[in-house]
């Protein structure tokens, strides 16, 4: 039973459960299919729901796995059961183990979630920190009970991820949308640079890349007929006479969990992206390629997936093929024939770019000025040290004018003989005293201590 890589597709820790079933098996003619070896699903990754805490999410999926009354609860549970938290609850009837590796896994992600922000509040401290955004980071697990995975957790768990993959599509758009407005504002202020025969030029060439790209084959409707054969045929290497509906389910269901997720429908427009995108031309963009990528997949989902579980069943496949639109749809629009973003929205962009490097540049130039201060002190402290030490030798050369036994390293007295003065000699220490003295106040940095000089004999 694979039900893991269906998790992760919508409730991730909700509809996979439900897959517990096996799919109706579908007899394939093994003797048409090229170079087709059977996929083992445990060797199949689940792929990466791009939420920040998707590693914590495969973890507690793991656990839960091995929890065989828990995973008997789920598999008669319906969606709306495992949405409103009700089978949540089963948590408290999993085994003592399991709870204990629950337990360890949630401390282990409030521990990684602290850090993220204790770093994040660091960064931020002097342009202002949204603690709102920062404590948005805990909705997926009850970060009042930082020891314990409890049934909140759970439930908090679910609904987040199923909030969040909700979501998640259109902040991509969101984001490709931006990387548009700065590929478009970067080459505009790359114009501002050039002479008027270098801007010509460069206006010219960026119109004739502009028309290479679009000078490609006909795209065919993504979930089409047409579509469909062209990867019978030339994907999966089969005769175009002999195309098969269900066959052909069974064969993208590569999991074999009975159902085409996300990833296994994008799979299926790789020969379309293919006639309009090359990573060796320059005028082709591969990001523009995955967008192009996921607005089929949402098309095509939108489509045929009928309970907006993120999943393709078999029926529902074969539903979809029976209307008007799988013979005869209508003519597929790239994104090249689209606008993607109007000059006022442009605009607005670029007045939050400038914004952004105003900002940047005022913490540069602050940056900048505590270094030249920093900068400052040290020359001076260097400064001080130099005249300190000379001092200290000037003082060196009147004690041996003097005959005072010179000072070591530590400013220690060296050892020497017994030295007869003069009552003249003797009358003059106290001066010489005070005077070195007033020095060692003067010039001593924290780094060097003052010894204390005695000149009797």
Same mark, same amino acid.
């Given at each position: 039973?694979?039900?893991?890589?269906?998790?992760?597709?919508?409730?991730?820790?909700?509809?996979?459960?439900?897959?517990? /079933?096996?799919?109706?098996?579908?007899? !394939?003619?093994?003797?048409?299919?090229?170079?087709?070896?059977?996929?083992?699903? #445990?060797? !199949?990754?689940?792929?990466?729901? %791009?939420?920040?805490?998707?590693?914590?999410?495969?973890?507690?999926?793991?656990?839960?796995?091995?929890?065989?009354?828990? $995973?008997?609860?789920?598999?008669?549970?319906?969606?709306?059961?495992?949405?409103? %938290?009700?089978?949540?609850?089963?948590?408290?009837?999993?085994?003592?183990?399991?709870?204990?590796?629950?337990?360890?896994?949630?401390?282990?992600?409030?521990?990684?979630?602290?850090?993220?922000?204790?770093?994040?509040?660091?960064?931020?401290?002097?342009?202002?920190?949204?603690?709102?955004?920062?404590?948005?980071? /805990?909705?997926?697990?009850?970060?009042?009970?930082?020891?314990?995975?409890?049934?909140?957790?759970?439930?908090?768990?679910?609904?987040?991820?199923?909030?969040?993959?909700?979501?998640?599509?259109?902040?991509?758009?969101?984001?490709?949308?931006?990387?548009?407005?700065?590929?478009?504002?970067?080459?505009?202020?790359?114009?501002?640079?050039?002479?008027?025969?270098?801007?010509?030029?460069?206006?010219?060439?960026?119109?004739?890349?502009?028309?290479?790209?679009?000078?490609?084959?006909?795209?065919?409707?993504?979930?089409?007929?047409?579509?469909?054969?062209?990867?019978?045929?030339?994907?999966?290497?089969?005769?175009?006479?002999?195309?098969?509906?269900?066959?052909?389910?069974?064969?993208?269901?590569?999991?074999?969990?009975?159902?085409?997720?996300?990833?296994?429908?994008?799979?299926?427009?790789?020969?379309?992206?293919?006639?309009?995108?090359?990573?060796?031309?320059?005028?082709?963009?591969?990001?523009?390629?995955?967008?192009?990528?996921? $607005?089929?997949?949402?098309?095509?989902?939108?489509? !045929?997936?009928?309970?907006?579980?993120?999943?393709?069943?078999?029926?529902?496949?074969?539903?979809?093929?029976?209307?008007?639109?799988?013979?005869?749809?209508?003519?597929?629009?790239?994104?090249?024939?689209?606008?993607?973003?109007?000059?006022?929205?442009?605009?607005?962009?670029?007045?939050?770019?400038?914004?952004?490097?105003?900002?940047?540049?005022?913490?540069?130039?602050?940056?900048?000025? &505590?270094?030249?201060?920093?900068?400052? &002190?040290?020359?001076?402290?260097?400064?001080?040290?130099?005249?300190?030490?000379? #001092?200290?030798?000037?003082?060196?050369?009147?004690?041996?004018?003097?005959?005072?036994?010179?000072? %070591?390293?530590? %400013?220690?007295?060296?050892?020497?003989?017994?030295?007869?003065?003069?009552?003249?000699? !003797?009358?003059?220490?106290?001066?010489?005293?005070?005077?070195?003295?007033?020095?060692?106040?003067? /010039?001593?940095?924290?780094?060097?201590?003052?010894?204390?000089?005695?000149?009797?004999?």
């Amino acid at each position: 039973m694979r039900w893991k890589t269906v998790l992760l597709q919508y409730f991730l820790l909700v509809t996979c459960l439900l897959t517990a /079933f096996e799919a109706v098996p579908i007899d !394939i003619d093994k003797t048409k299919v090229k170079n087709t070896e059977p996929v083992e699903s #445990a060797k !199949i990754e689940p792929p990466d729901t %791009g939420l920040y805490y998707d590693e914590y999410l495969k973890q507690v999926i793991d656990v839960l796995e091995t929890d065989n009354h828990f $995973r008997e609860k789920l598999q008669k549970a319906d969606i709306e059961e495992i949405k409103s %938290g009700k089978l949540s609850k089963e948590l408290d009837l999993v085994s003592h183990h399991v709870r204990t590796k629950l337990d360890e896994l949630k401390r282990q992600e409030v521990a990684r979630l602290r850090m993220l922000i204790k770093a994040k509040m660091d960064s931020l401290q002097d342009t202002g920190i949204d603690h709102q955004a920062l404590l948005k980071q /805990f909705d997926h697990l009850n970060h009042m009970n930082p020891d314990t995975f409890e049934s909140t957790d759970l439930d908090m768990l679910i609904k987040a991820a199923t909030s969040d993959l909700e979501h998640y599509d259109k902040a991509r758009h969101e984001e490709f949308k931006k990387y548009e407005m700065l590929k478009e504002h970067e080459r505009r202020e790359y114009l501002k640079t050039l002479n008027e025969e270098k801007r010509k030029e460069a206006e010219s060439k960026f119109e004739e890349m502009k028309k290479k790209h679009e000078d490609h084959p006909k795209i065919n409707h993504p979930g089409s007929k047409d579509q469909l054969k062209e990867v019978w045929e030339e994907a999966d290497g089969l005769d175009p006479n002999d195309f098969d509906l269900k066959t052909f389910f069974k064969l993208h269901d590569v999991n074999n969990d009975g159902f085409l997720d996300e990833q296994e429908l994008e799979a299926l427009f790789t020969k379309e992206l293919e006639k309009v995108y090359d990573p060796k031309n320059e005028e082709d963009d591969m990001i523009e390629m995955e967008e192009e990528r996921l $607005r089929m997949r949402e098309h095509v989902m939108n489509e !045929i997936d009928a309970n907006k579980d993120r999943l393709v069943t078999l029926e529902e496949f074969l539903k979809a093929t029976e209307k008007k639109e799988f013979l005869e749809p209508d003519s597929w629009e790239t994104l090249d024939q689209q606008q993607l973003f109007t000059e006022e929205e442009l605009k607005e962009y670029e007045n939050h770019i400038s914004l952004q490097e105003n900002e940047l540049q005022k913490k540069a130039d602050e940056l900048q000025k &505590q270094k030249e201060e920093l900068q400052r &002190q040290h020359d001076q402290l260097q400064a001080q040290k130099m005249e300190y030490h000379q #001092a200290v030798q000037q003082m060196e050369q009147k004690k041996l004018q003097q005959g005072i036994p010179p000072s %070591g390293p530590a %400013g220690e007295l060296k050892f020497q003989p017994p030295v007869q003065y003069n009552q003249e000699e !003797i009358e003059k220490e106290p001066e010489l005293d005070d005077e070195l003295h007033r020095f060692h106040a003067r /010039f001593l940095s924290p780094e060097e201590p003052a010894t204390e000089v005695h000149l009797h004999p």
